[in-house]
């Protein structure tokens, strides 16, 4: 079996310090190369929109909401767990794009309502659909199986930390 970056960490480890037990470094040590490697093909694909990747989640939040009337700033950031200054800088940027409308909530004089324009709606279904190509391309040496056995494996600890 080829051996990868981590395989050569933990063997140092070991040859250095063998009472260590690295071997949480096979898991973890894996799991943040991955996510930098994907994350790398991310950014290269919504570059190609000229989207930062919370442009791309404030975007299709919008989109998946579906809600015509629009979104609060303060919904859009709870799903994105930023501040709502963070999220106004977000919304300052894609407004000026012509991606988002922002107009005054006629239940709240005090708050807007966001909502997508059309060229908004359309950039973001391009970016989610090339980004689940690149999905699709990432995972590619991993079969149907494998995948599911990932995704479980990752519910449960996501289900452990978010819960506990």
Same mark, same amino acid.
């Given at each position: 079996?080829?051996?990868?970056?981590?395989?050569?960490?933990?063997?140092?480890?070991?040859?250095?310090?063998?009472?260590?037990?690295?071997?949480?470094?096979?898991?973890? !040590?894996?799991?943040?190369?991955?996510?930098?490697?994907?994350?790398?093909?991310?950014?290269? +694909?919504?570059?190609?929109?000229?989207?930062? +990747?919370? *442009?791309?989640?404030?975007?299709?939040?919008?989109?998946?909401? !579906? *809600?015509?009337?629009?979104?609060?700033?303060?919904?859009?950031?709870?799903?994105?767990?930023?501040?709502?200054?963070?999220?106004?800088? @977000?919304?300052? @940027?894609? /407004?000026?794009?012509?991606?988002?409308?922002?107009?005054?909530?006629?239940?709240?004089? @005090?708050?807007?309502?966001? @909502?997508?324009?059309?060229?908004?709606?359309?950039?973001?279904?391009?970016?989610?659909?090339?980004?689940?190509?690149?999905?699709?391309?990432?995972? /590619?040496?991993?079969?149907?199986?494998?995948?599911?056995?990932?995704?479980?494996?990752?519910?449960?600890?996501?289900?452990?930390?978010?819960? !506990?």
């Amino acid at each position: 079996m080829d051996s990868d970056s981590v395989d050569r960490i933990v063997a140092s480890w070991r040859a250095r310090d063998p009472q260590l037990d690295s071997s949480t470094l096979e898991v973890i !040590g894996r799991l943040l190369l991955c996510a930098t490697y994907f994350d790398r093909a991310a950014r290269t +694909v919504l570059q190609q929109f000229e989207l930062s +990747v919370a *442009d791309f989640d404030v975007l299709n939040t919008l989109r998946r909401v !579906g *809600d015509r009337s629009g979104s609060k700033p303060t919904d859009l950031a709870r799903s994105s767990l930023i501040s709502t200054g963070a999220m106004t800088a @977000r919304l300052d @940027r894609l /407004e000026q794009a012509g991606l988002i409308t922002r107009a005054p909530d006629p239940d709240d004089r @005090r708050g807007v309502l966001v @909502r997508l324009t059309s060229q908004g709606n359309k950039i973001g279904k391009q970016a989610l659909q090339k980004l689940i190509a690149a999905n699709e391309v990432f995972l /590619e040496p991993l079969s149907h199986e494998q995948r599911n056995t990932i995704a479980s494996a990752f519910r449960q600890l996501l289900l452990h930390h978010e819960n !506990g």
